[in-house]
């Protein structure tokens, strides 16, 4: 509260004409120097783009040799064509892709990119608003100035308020007027050259695009979908031709490299045993009966004890004979377990051969669900450019739709300032008007007071006058009246004594 009765009486102090010059001037030097610092990139993208469109014009399209050319082109600019280039160089660079298969640039050159941080699009939009809320502080500040004077308990205090009042008013008119116009121009200026950016930014990107060997989407999941294909039906010979036969192949001369001689040596084994037991049960039973012809032919000295070393050493041998078996048995029961554990490695390889052949097939399967996917998604997406091209038409459409609405809210605007100033001319006249016969009013209001008043005075003293000569003639008549009164009183009393004199003769008279 403090401060804004603190500006009120520095305006008042200014003066209101003053006060008003000031803040229109300051109004126009505030929007001349943001015009200058948000139009001058405007205007230098915008000479650019128009150069550069001219000088794109004429390159060869769809040529390796653009790519240097253009580098070369968009080194020289000023603007944010260079930053929105060196970004699309980094990004060509880092994707290590050829040069006959470039990305497209239009991402790297898009509105946010080359025009929104460059031109500071965000503060331009907000400025319109300043100008107008800057305008209607000076309404309220002008309406505060002009009631702050107005008192109603006196004529002239009333009058000097009324002329505060009109100053006030000024104030609110003129700010506004120059806040509404400030933003009405800025809009128009900002909207067409916006539009005008807008639309060589376009032509821009569409040459570009036409001069660098650009892969598009579509173009790419095509040779994506091929590739894939191609690798699929590589895959699908490779198992079918290689693979599969390589394997079997394989297993082949493994069995025969390592079970053969296994087998091999086992049957060797097992010959090798069975004649070797046949020769030493063919030595016993010979010694036997060598031994047993040469008992019998002997003269049976000692016999027993012959036949019991006999007995002996075919025990002895038995047992020898026993233990080479048992040794021949953990041979063969070592090589049944190594035909054992070959003949299931043999299966698992072969269950695993049959379980990369299911992998394989359901691989292929997959790859078929991906190609169908791809095809899918090829699909959509070329939906979703025939939607994206009719959105944009529409968004096209509807820009032209509010540049229309846009014109015609400033003609109405503009109908409405009109309006404005006519009511405030006819608003004006009504306060001069008003002034004018409260001014009137005021003097013949004094006119007639005075002239009441001194009409008032005159009157009072012609009363006075004749109050003071009834006074007087009242006085004198009272003075002789005093005069008199001695004498009447005499004559009162004699006439009293004549009164009382009859009385008294006829009292005498009837007694």
């Avoid at 550069?52 to 060869?60: A, E």
């Amino acid at each position: 509260m403090e401060l804004i009765t603190l500006l009120i009486n520095t305006i008042n102090t200014i003066g209101i004409e003053q006060f008003t010059s000031w803040w229109i001037y300051s109004s126009i030097i505030i929007f001349f120097v943001l015009g200058i610092l948000l139009f001058k990139p405007m205007f230098q993208l915008n000479h650019e783009l128009s150069t550069y469109n001219k000088t794109l014009k004429k390159l060869d399209k769809h040529s390796e040799e653009n790519f240097s050319r253009l580098q070369e082109t968009f080194q020289n600019s000023k603007t944010s064509i260079k930053n929105c280039w060196t970004q699309y160089e980094h990004a060509v660079k880092y994707s290590r892709i050829s040069l006959d298969r470039l990305p497209d640039p239009a991402p790297y050159f898009n509105y946010s990119q080359l025009i929104e941080r460059y031109c500071q699009r965000r503060l331009a939009e907000v400025i319109p608003g300043i100008f107008t809320s800057f305008g209607i502080l000076g309404t309220f500040i002008g309406l505060a100035v002009g009631l702050s004077d107005i008192n109603i308990s006196n004529i002239d205090q009333l009058r000097h308020g009324i002329g505060g009042l009109l100053g006030g008013i000024n104030i609110a008119f003129y700010t506004s007027v120059v806040g509404i116009l400030s933003s009405i121009i800025w809009l128009i200026l900002d909207r067409n050259v916006l539009k005008l950016i807008i639309s060589k930014a376009y032509q821009f990107n569409e040459h570009i695009s036409g001069l660098l060997p650009v892969a598009y989407e579509n173009e790419m999941i095509q040779e994506l979908i091929k590739t894939q294909k191609d690798q699929l039906e590589s895959i699908k010979g490779f198992v079918t031709d290689s693979l599969i036969p390589e394997i079997v192949n394989g297993f082949r001369e493994a069995i025969k490299d390592s079970l053969a001689p296994q087998i091999a040596k086992t049957n060797e084994i097992v010959e090798q045993l069975a004649q070797s037991a046949t020769d030493r049960q063919v030595e016993g039973i010979e010694k036997m009966v060598d031994m047993f012809i040469n008992s019998l032919n002997s003269t049976f000295q000692d016999q027993f004890v012959h036949l019991t070393e006999t007995i002996t050493d075919m025990i002895n041998w038995q047992k020898q004979v026993k233990g080479e078996l048992e040794e021949l048995v953990m041979v063969i029961k070592d090589g049944a377990e190594v035909q054992s554990r070959i003949l299931e490695s043999s299966a698992n390889i072969l269950g695993n051969v049959d379980k990369y052949a299911k992998d394989f097939e359901a691989f292929h399967e997959k790859i078929e669900q991906s190609v169908f996917f791809l095809e899918n998604i090829t699909t959509e997406l070329s939906s979703i450019s025939k939607e994206t091209n009719q959105r944009l038409t529409e968004i096209f459409a509807k820009e032209e739709k509010i540049a229309d609405t846009q014109q015609a809210l400033i003609k109405k605007l503009d109908s409405q300032l009109e309006s404005i100033n006519t009511l405030w001319s006819s608003t004006k006249d009504n306060f001069t008007s008003l002034n004018n016969n409260l001014t009137n009013a005021t003097k013949e209001f004094n006119t007639q007071m005075h002239e009441g008043i001194q009409n008032t005075f005159y009157q009072f003293d012609n009363n006075l006058a004749e109050a003071t000569k009834l006074l007087a003639g009242v006085v004198a008549e009272m003075n002789e009246v005093v005069e008199e009164l001695p004498e009447r009183i005499r004559n009162f009393q004699d006439e009293l004594k004549k009164f009382k004199a009859p009385t008294s003769n006829g009292q005498s008279f009837g007694g």
